[in-house]
């Protein structure tokens, strides 16, 4: 069974920065690929950032430049660098097991952590 427990959110000021963590368990996390997500209230959850086994990396439009997606794959977790937040950076961010195909998309699996609040706030 596969579980993925995220870390590091908060409050943070306008401008400012936070790292969040995504832990994973139950499946082979260096042939995964990993995503981060966030959906703020009344809004559809979106696509962060997505990292393939490879390292290849894709960023939604929104936060390209500003955040950076990581992974360790000796300790099975997957970070998000946040910098230079924005109020609309405010939402609950998820952990995704799926896979990023060639082409740049991503697909997502059934297994999702918990959440983690963020909310950019002066």
């Not at 490879?54 to 955040?67: E, L, T």
């Not at 992974?71 to 997957?78: F, I, L, S």
């Not at 896979?99 to 963020?118: A, C, E, H, I």
Request: with cysteine.
């Amino acid at each position: 069974q596969v579980q993925l427990v995220e870390s590091g959110g908060g409050l943070v000021q306008p401008g400012g920065s936070l790292r969040l963590s995504c832990a994973a368990s139950g499946s082979i996390f260096s042939i995964d690929s990993m995503a981060w997500y966030r959906q703020a209230p009344g809004k559809q959850r979106e696509l962060v950032a997505a990292i393939s086994p490879g390292n290849i990396k894709k960023y939604g439009d929104s936060v390209a430049g500003r955040f950076t997606i990581s992974r360790d794959n000796t300790k099975n977790t997957v970070y998000l660098q946040m910098n230079s937040l924005k109020v609309e950076d405010t939402a609950v961010y998820y952990c995704n097991r799926g896979r990023l195909g060639p082409s740049g998309t991503y697909y997502p699996d059934k297994d999702w952590g918990q959440g983690t609040q963020v909310t950019v706030s002066s």
